[in-house]
């Protein structure tokens, strides 16, 4: 089992959302697993530590159910989610599908402004990776995705992809925590997309963007291995690996 993290604290900002707060908040620490799989969560003790009432910790975890995190048991209590490789591997399916035509396209249509952009996201993640800052790392990768989905301006494709990838968040922070190599392989793969961008060459920013979001086929299999308690299906879905391995990128 992995060293769990202290729980950073919260200090609740009432000029803001304070049930966008705790979502944010929780969500963060989920994915850092300082709430690890399967853990319970009180709602009691959320409102009792931040101060607040319990309706924005409630608003902020049925937020949290809609994109997987947390699951509430009927007269049981509200328990974070267990890693499940079946919406792991259909999240990555589907990411790669859009994300392939979303690089394609902005290939072909890329300003120097949104080129400026992403190559200052790709800075500040080598120095997040100096740092080893998984979750600060993790969430520039999100916001270097983000940047060129926006581009194309097709809103419903940015959500779905904002809300697959939930299902991917933790075995990615796990695999920059724990597995040798990660941070530089994500960066070359950047650096790779953005190449491909500034050269406007769609077919090699298209290619760059598959060997990306294929990664996690790299680590899925070794984290599963690691954390098996952090799972909710084992066998059937190591068939489902196995079957995979050809799409591989090693």
Do not use: W
């Not at 080129?115 to 993790?138: K, M, N, Y």
């Not at 933790?170 to 190599?181: I, P, T």
């Not at 979001?213 to 952090?230: A, C, F, K, W």
Request: with cysteine.
């Amino acid at each position: 089992m992995a060293n769990q993290r202290v729980p950073k604290n919260l200090v609740i900002d009432f000029s803001r959302s304070t049930s966008m707060q705790l979502f944010e908040y929780l969500r963060d620490e989920i994915v850092a697993m300082s709430f690890l799989p399967g853990e319970k969560i009180s709602e009691n003790s959320l409102s009792e530590r931040f101060g607040v009432s319990r309706t924005p910790v409630r608003e902020a975890i049925a937020k949290l159910v809609t994109l997987g995190f947390v699951e509430v048991r009927p007269q049981r209590g509200t328990f974070v989610s267990k890693l499940s490789l079946t919406q792991i591997l259909e999240a990555r399916f589907i990411r790669e599908a859009l994300e392939v035509a979303i690089t394609e396209h902005v290939a072909g249509h890329a300003t120097q402004e949104l080129i400026d952009e992403c190559e200052a996201i790709i800075t500040r993640q080598q120095a997040a990776a100096s740092q080893q800052d998984a979750l600060l790392f993790q969430h520039l990768d999100d916001e270097f995705h983000q940047k060129l989905a926006d581009f194309t301006h097709f809103e419903r494709a940015t959500n779905l992809i904002q809300s697959e990838k939930a299902h991917m968040d933790r075995v990615r922070n796990l695999s920059l925590q724990e597995l040798g190599g990660q941070y530089q392989r994500v960066l070359s793969q950047h650096c790779a997309i953005l190449d491909g961008i500034k050269a406007a060459k769609p077919e090699l920013s298209r290619e760059a963007m598959r060997v990306h979001t294929r990664e996690i086929l790299n680590i899925l299999g070794t984290v599963q291995s690691m954390h098996p308690d952090y799972f909710e299906e084992h066998a059937a879905d190591e068939k489902v690996i196995l079957d995979l391995k050809i799409h591989r990128t090693d």
